[in-house]
């Protein structure tokens, strides 16, 4: 296997340690999303985001709405969003309350243990 590596000059200002941290904060996010999309769409199919949106509805708390991130995406023709569905365009709050819905929980506690434990995790990370 080749391994390229790569260099990367940072702003003194910006220490190495915050940039490793985003890093994992991104792959973080980008495994939650991927996890809620493929167990909302082998359970619910093509209602897997009215699944989602109804969780968004009952949390009181809908955040930007999909539809407004869509359309400032594509206002930015150089940096894309790689998906086109609209779970793709969810905070990483509007995406734990999808997985904190009562009704949605079951698909994923296989994944994250108990709802207790992650919101302590979580807390930790905040």
């Known amino acids: 296997m080749l391994m390229h590596q790569h260099t990367v000059v940072l702003p003194r200002e910006v220490p190495l340690e915050s940039v490793t941290a985003y890093a994992r904060l991104f792959q973080l996010e980008t495994w939650l999303r991927e996890m809620i999309y493929l167990e909302l769409k082998a ?10 949106d109804e ?4 949390s009181n708390s809908h955040g930007i709405p999909p539809e407004k991130s869509i359309t400032r995406d594509k206002k930015h023709p150089h940096m894309p969003t790689p998906e086109n569905d609209p779970l793709w365009f969810l905070s990483f709050e509007a995406l734990l309350k999808i997985v904190f819905d009562d009704q949605l929980w079951p698909l994923f506690a296989p994944y994250l243990t108990t709802k207790e434990l992650l919101r302590a995790r ?3 990370i905040t």
């Open 43 to 52: 359970h619910h199919g093509p209602h897997c985001w009215t699944q989602a």
């Open 55 to 58: 969780a968004l509805r009952r």
């Open 122 to 124: 979580l807390t930790e």
